[in-house]
């Protein structure tokens, strides 16, 4: 019989790019756990006036998510770019819209990781990391973040943190993700993906 596959939600907001890479590095290592799928969503933007209502669907890009994804999935990974050391507004915005699943206990119990990128080095990337854990502990979910025991996140240059996958883009978006930068966000998808596993072992 063919083995059923469990999702793994990766949601993220990028605006250049950059998270977007990370979410999809990400969901190469949650694929490389038998029997764990990659889910990835994006959130749209938002904006102070609205005038056109956003299309169901992104232009480019993977799907906009939906309240469905956080029942049917298995763990959930976060990402967004820093906005002031913070989470940019429309990932807090969704999230804010969670009230419902928050109330019914959707994500508790369920492992998540966050991950971001910045511009510069000491751009906000340890406080943008937390500021997305903080919502998810209150969903009563189980926060896993990069063991030193990866090689990466001890000769990283550039991004990669215990809190979290990164990547440090450049003022003007010119980095390419380095290796560590690979190394640590698959490794975080692996660690996310093979703890989810083992939680359904567990039940």
């Given at each position: 019989?063919?083995?059923t596959m469990s999702d793994?939600?990766?949601?993220?907001?990028?605006?250049?790019?950059?998270?977007?890479?990370?979410?999809?590095?990400?969901?190469?290592?949650?694929?490389?756990?038998?029997?764990?799928?990659?889910?990835?969503?994006?959130?749209?933007?938002?904006?102070?006036?609205?005038?056109?209502?956003?299309?169901?669907?992104?232009?480019?890009?993977?799907?906009?998510?939906?309240?469905?994804?956080?029942?049917?999935?298995?763990?959930?990974?976060?990402?967004?770019?820093?906005?002031?050391?913070?989470m940019a507004a429309p990932?807090?915005?969704?999230?804010?819209?969670?009230?419902?699943?928050?109330?019914?206990?959707?994500?508790?119990?369920?492992?998540?990781?966050?991950?971001?990128?910045?511009?510069?080095?000491?751009?906000?990337?340890?406080?943008?990391?937390?500021?997305?854990?903080?919502?998810?502990?209150?969903?009563?979910?189980?926060?896993?973040?990069?063991?030193?025991?990866?090689?990466?996140?001890?000769?990283?240059?550039?991004?990669?943190?215990?809190?979290?996958?990164?990547?440090?883009s450049g003022s003007k978006?010119?980095?390419?993700?380095?290796?560590?930068?690979?190394?640590?966000?698959?490794?975080?998808?692996?660690?996310?993906?093979?703890?989810?596993?083992?939680?359904?072992?567990?039940?």
């Open positions: 019989m063919p083995q793994i939600l990766i949601l993220y907001y990028s605006r250049t790019g950059h998270t977007a890479q990370l979410a999809r590095l990400i969901a190469r290592g949650v694929e490389e756990v038998p029997g764990m799928r990659s889910r990835l969503r994006q959130v749209p933007p938002v904006a102070p006036v609205t005038e056109v209502a956003q299309p169901p669907e992104p232009e480019e890009g993977a799907p906009y998510v939906t309240k469905q994804d956080l029942h049917e999935c298995v763990g959930l990974a976060l990402g967004s770019p820093t906005r002031f050391g913070n990932l807090k915005h969704f999230l804010d819209t969670t009230g419902a699943e928050w109330a019914s206990g959707t994500l508790v119990g369920k492992p998540a990781a966050v991950f971001t990128a910045t511009s510069t080095m000491h751009g906000g990337q340890e406080s943008t990391l937390l500021s997305m854990a903080l919502p998810l502990l209150h969903h009563g979910m189980l926060l896993l973040g990069i063991p030193y025991t990866e090689p990466a996140l001890s000769h990283t240059q550039s991004g990669g943190t215990p809190y979290g996958a990164s990547h440090v978006g010119e980095n390419a993700i380095s290796e560590h930068e690979r190394e640590l966000a698959r490794a975080l998808g692996r660690r996310l993906a093979d703890t989810a596993r083992k939680l359904a072992v567990s039940v």
